[in-house]
């Protein structure tokens, strides 16, 4: 089994047990918690505490955020007693960006470098070709002596008798 794999499959085992064991039996419901406190409310996760009023409500999971109505946001506590849900959110905006920009920036920077891999290679490549090429021309320029001296020595130096006039 991959190892990856592996932590995804303990990561959603310890979630699901930690959901399982912050919600409430059944017959429980946020509403008989009210003027409990703020901790005793939020033991179950789909509860919603709001200060002003000491009320212990469901949190409506229709709407994403609260309505005003039931509670107002830098009032209202979902999860942790200490953090209002407005800072909660903005806070869990603020990282969401983060991760975006900063995968975006590394998504860049990949292609950016793949690409500058590639010309570098071409370079390479087209050096190579040009190293090949003048080895050739010289070996072409001595067989071309090799030739010539080959004629003066048996003096065909002259112009060729059988060549076409």
């Known amino acids: 089994m ?4 592996l932590a995804a499959a303990l990561l959603l085992l310890f979630g699901l047990a930690t959901v399982f ?18 901790e005793e409310c939020l033991q179950n996760v789909t509860c919603l505490w709001c200060i002003t009023t000491k009320m212990c409500v469901t ?12 509670c107002p946001l830098n009032n209202a506590r979902w999860g942790l007693c200490w953090m209002n849900f407005q800072t ?3 806070t869990l ?14 998504l860049f920077c990949c292609c ?3 690409n500058f891999g590639s010309k570098r290679s071409e370079a390479k490549m087209e050096k190579k070709a040009s190293k090949t090429r003048t ?8 067989m071309k002596q090799r030739h010539e001296e080959v004629r ?3 003096g065909l130096s002259g112009p060729n008798p059988y060549s076409k006039f």
């Open 2 to 5: 991959d190892s990856r794999s």
């Open 88 to 90: 909660l959110i903005i």
């Open 135 to 142: 080895k050739q021309e010289e070996r072409r320029e001595e």
């Open 152 to 154: 003066k020595k048996y």
């Open 21 to 38: 064991a912050q919600t409430s039996a059944p017959g429980k419901a946020c509403e008989t918690k009210n003027g409990t406190s703020c």
């Open 112 to 114: 950016k470098c793949e």
């Open 93 to 106: 905006a603020v990282i969401g960006g983060i991760i975006i920009i900063a995968f975006l920036v590394c």
């Open 59 to 70: 949190y409506p999971g229709r709407t994403i955020l609260p309505p005003h109505a039931l």
